[in-house]
Nanobody, 115 residues
Framework: QVQLVESGGGLVQAGGSLRLSCASSQNIFNFKKMGWYRQPPGKQRERVVTVTAGGSRDYADSVKGRFTLSRDNAKNMMYLQMNGLKIEDTGVYYC?????????WGQGTLVTVSP
């Protein structure tokens, strides 16, 4: 069974930075795809960025140039560096992975961006 655990959320002022972490209980080489998603208050969950097993990244237009996904394969970790945060980046951020035919989700970490 795969478990994903996010950390690093918190309260930050607009223009600030945060780095989210996602710890996997399995070797991340085994995932066909991983990614970060978020759910703003009162809205549906949306894709932030995904990465294929080959390393190809696909960022949502709203975060391009501000957010960066990285991985540490040796530690089975995935990160999301968020710079230039905006109020509209507020939400619960989820780590997700495609494990065979199953999508696995973490429990989420809350990011709040204040004016």
């Amino acid at each position: 069974q795969v478990q994903l655990v996010e950390s690093g959320g918190g309260l930050v002022q607009a223009g600030g930075s945060l780095r989210l972490s996602c710890a996997s209980s399995q070797n991340i080489f085994n995932f066909k795809k991983m990614g970060w998603y978020r759910q703003p208050p009162g809205k549906q969950r949306e894709r932030v960025v995904t990465v294929t097993a080959g390393g190809s990244r696909d960022y949502a237009d709203s975060v391009k140039g501000r957010f960066t996904l990285s991985r540490d394969n040796a530690k089975n970790m995935m990160y999301l560096q968020m710079n230039g945060l905006k109020i509209e980046d507020t939400g619960v951020y989820y780590c997700a992975a495609a494990w065979g035919s199953v999508d696995v989700w973490g429990q989420g970490t809350l990011v709040t961006v204040s004016p």
